[in-house]
């Protein structure tokens, strides 16, 4: 099992092996955290993310991480759920997308791994219930993976996850 940290941030600036994208099933990019690690990465993210299209909810693919600042070599790109009021499966959708990410990451051998919080921005799911299905899905899927970092982009991200993780 992995260390989990909670810290606010960029993700495009974590230096971690990996960092996952809150991506969407065509993988070419779009707003939110997407669209800055699009901007990091460069042009070239797009072409190898369209290569792997369409990828699910709650499943997770990988590409190099192109211009990124080393030591970030790879971007594991997850599909979260849209926020339907709960009623599609979306708990398990999302804590599906940690883990699956989790695992793509071991795959890789990367032994440090940097979250978005998957799907509450432009895809609506409830901060707070996100917040605890990051932290209990990350803090429980067995990897070689050493250190798990879920980075909010704002406060209130933040004392959602500290609190998730005591
Ligand atoms: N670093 C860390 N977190 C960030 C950053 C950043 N640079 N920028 C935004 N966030 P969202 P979703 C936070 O909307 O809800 C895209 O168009 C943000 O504040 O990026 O999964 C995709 O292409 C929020 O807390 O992702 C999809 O179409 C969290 O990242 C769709 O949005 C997730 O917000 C995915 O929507």
């Known amino acids: ?7 606010q941030g960029d993700i495009t600036r974590e230096d971690v092996d990996a ?7 065509s993988l070419r990019g779009g707003g939110g955290v997407d669209g800055a690690i699009h901007r990091a990465a460069g042009p070239r993210l797009k072409e190898a993310g369209a290569a792997l299209a369409p ?12 211009d990124l600042d ?4 790879h971007v594991i790109h997850t599909v979260g759920p849209v926020w339907k009021g709960g ?5 398990s959708l999302l804590a599906s997308c940690y883990r699956r990410s989790v695992e793509v990451a071991d795959s890789l051998g990367a032994r440090s791994v940097a ?7 432009i895809y609506g799911y409830p901060p707070d219930q996100a917040a605890r299905i990051a932290v ?3 803090r429980s899927v067995p990897t070689r993976v050493e250190l798990i970092r ?3 982009f704002d406060r209130v991200t933040y004392d959602l996850l500290t609190a998730a993780l005591d």
């Open 55 to 66: 990828c699910p909810p709650g499943e997770a693919v990988a590409t190099p991480a192109f």
């Open 136 to 138: 209990d899905t990350v």
């Open 70 to 73: 080393p030591p970030v070599r």
């Open 1 to 7: 099992m992995a260390r989990v940290e909670v810290v």
């Open 87 to 91: 009623t599609r499966d979306e708990a």
């Open 150 to 152: 879920l980075v909010a």
């Open 115 to 121: 979250f978005p919080a998957i799907s509450t921005g």
């Open 19 to 25: 960092i996952v994208n809150a991506a969407n099933s």
